[in-house]
């Protein structure tokens, strides 16, 4: 089955640690992107790639990384920078900027 | 700064009815407005997508309209059902250098009661 996925599904970790979320697609899309979503508000960019081993800045990019050495995959790493990690992330993809994006189901983080 | 603002914050409706959903942007130069329906823990889903020249886009008993001059869209829900239940989010992409970057809403909770 075609579609994006990302794991795990729950994420716990302490306060201070730095933690990697997988985000992998099999729809052939060039373009992938990182949010964040907190209780009561809209999404928000944290990073997204157009081409493979290029990727861009959102609006809350800081304590933040991401790579893109695959079309396939666009991991997300929280750093220890990041000062309040504990957020719904969820990822996407789609062929181009301007067209549909594809959401996986997200992983929800959890720093202690 | 590009914005979409979406009303209400959240509605309470019976099983059968309809309802309207709005979402007014700023995103400039406009490319296209989406919406999704997100429900709770999941990713979001898209319903339809419209472009600067379509002003009415249908997807079941979702029906989404787009006024490009008034910079307003908006969701209507015929005979709603208790699967309706969910955050449903306005998305508009905007061109800037070449890069088609979404602007999402904050979204509409609705719930619908039996």
């Known amino acids: 089955d075609g579609g994006i996925t990302q794991s795990p599904k729950y994420l716990f970790r302490k306060e201070g640690q730095n933690v990697t979320l997988s985000c992998e697609q099999n729809?052939?899309?060039?373009?992938m992107y990182w949010y964040r979503q907190d209780p009561g508000q809209g999404l928000r960019l944290i990073y997204y790639?157009?081409?493979?081993?290029?990727?861009q800045k959102g609006d809350i990019a800081e304590g933040y990384s991401v790579s893109r050495e695959k079309k396939e995959s666009f991991p997300l790493t929280v750093t220890s920078a990041q000062k309040n990690p504990t957020a719904f992330y969820l990822c996407?993809?789609?062929?181009?900027?301007?067209?549909?994006?594809?959401f996986g189901q997200g992983t929800r983080l959890t720093v202690v | 700064k590009n914005q979409v603002e979406q009303s209400p914050q959240s509605l309470i409706i019976l099983e059968g009815k309809n309802c309207t959903l709005q979402c007014n942007y700023t995103v400039s130069p406009f490319s296209n407005l989406r919406w999704y329906k997100q429900d709770t823990g999941r990713g979001p889903v898209s319903l339809t997508i419209?472009?600067?020249?379509?002003n009415t886009k249908s997807n079941g008993r979702y029906t989404a309209t787009l006024d490009a001059d008034t910079k307003q869209s908006s969701l209507h829900i015929t005979a709603s059902q208790l699967s309706d239940s969910a955050s449903y989010i306005c998305?508009?992409?905007?061109?800037?250098?070449?890069?088609?970057?979404?602007?999402f809403g904050r979204g509409t909770s609705l719930i619908v009661h039996p």
């Open positions: 998305v508009v992409s905007g061109e800037s250098g070449g890069s088609y970057i979404p602007t």
């Open positions: 419209m472009t600067f020249s379509e």
């Open positions: 790639s157009q081409i493979v081993n290029d990727f």
């Open positions: 729809l052939n899309h060039d373009a």
């Open positions: 996407a993809s789609s062929i181009g900027g301007y067209t549909e994006a594809f």
